[in-house]
DNA sequence: GTTATACCCGACTCTTTTAGTCAAGTTTAA
DNA sequence: TTAAACTTGACTAAAAGAGTCGGGTATAAC
């Protein structure tokens, strides 16, 4: 099980935007240099972006992309759901295919609480906190700690 | 991004053989038709869960297999490890085809943080838990108090 | 000692997902 | 008019995952 580089690309242009935010539209083109990403790849990423309204788009020359939103206001999951990089950890359907052929597994309540962990941890962190490169691990030990004392 | 049939099948087995404990070895065939799994794909993923010192096996007629170790000491991370279910949330590599060519991208400590979060989690709960289904919703619960409080 | 049970093992195929590309547009500042 | 830069749909190739198959070997029961 791997992160895919649709959700890791597309959050590392978000924070990217978001770090030059004051130069006006940044173009796709600087975004792939400065990232290691292919501009048609971005492209697909950015159309993804603008139609949930992450970013908003600048057309003809002197262009770009600009966020729609304040970097304190995205957070991770929006990013994720928006370029559909989902994390699923439970498998059950209601017909007969499912898990436990319509039934709840052993296992469900499980999966159910790791979905919720991760959906919580990407809730939590938004790009404001990746650029300061700090509040996510302050968040994390503060989970540790509790965890470890009971 | 999913959770694969592999490590969800292998903590399935697992418990059930925790809940089967007392009944002496239990079959791959008996798991097979509690927990819809092929018998096949069983006998792969318990190769490796053996392998891992988690299981042991009885050979011949009246044979199966049994927990090499208490349910109160295998975590769910012990079963995804032994299965080759790893979660993997970071891209990089020393080589030029790593995130950023060897250094560090901007999101690194974002996704390891997320890697960390979901490795605690999993070294956390262990399969008595599972069996009990519901000591891992506290934890959870003690989780979101904490982080809620910030 | 034969037989049936049930674990053991390697290799293989099929399917799905993901990564990444390509070739065409359209808008608009200079 | 031109060139920058976004827009769009479709396409291909590579990787990962799910699951199968055909052979084994150990051993209890008869
Ligand atoms: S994961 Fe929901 S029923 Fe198995
Ligand atoms: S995830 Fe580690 S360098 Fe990008």
New binding site residues.
């Given amino acids: 099980?791997?992160l895919?580089?649709?959700?890791?690309?597309a959050v590392s242009a978000m924070v990217d935007l978001a770090k030059h935010q004051n130069e006006g539209?940044?173009?796709?083109?600087s975004i792939s240099e400065r990232q290691f990403?292919?501009?048609?790849?971005l492209?697909?990423l950015?159309?993804k972006l603008?139609?949930n309204n992450l970013v908003e788009?600048?057309?003809?020359?002197?262009?770009?992309?600009l966020l729609a939103v304040e970097p304190k206001d995205i957070t991770i999951s929006h990013i994720m759901s928006a370029v559909?990089?989902t994390i699923q950890t439970t498998m059950c359907k209601t017909d007969e295919t499912g898990c436990h052929r319509g039934s709840r597994c052993g296992t469900h309540n499980l999966w159910s609480a790791l979905g919720l962990h991760i959906k919580f941890f990407l809730e939590t962190v938004t790009i404001q906190n990746v650029c300061d490169d700090k509040d996510f691990l302050n968040t994390l030990k503060a989970v540790e700690k509790t965890l470890s004392k009971q």
């Fill in positions: 099980m791997q895919t580089s649709r959700g890791r690309y539209p940044i173009t796709l083109s990403i292919s501009l048609s790849y492209e697909q950015f159309r603008r139609e788009s600048v057309r003809g020359p002197g262009g770009g992309y559909n990089e």
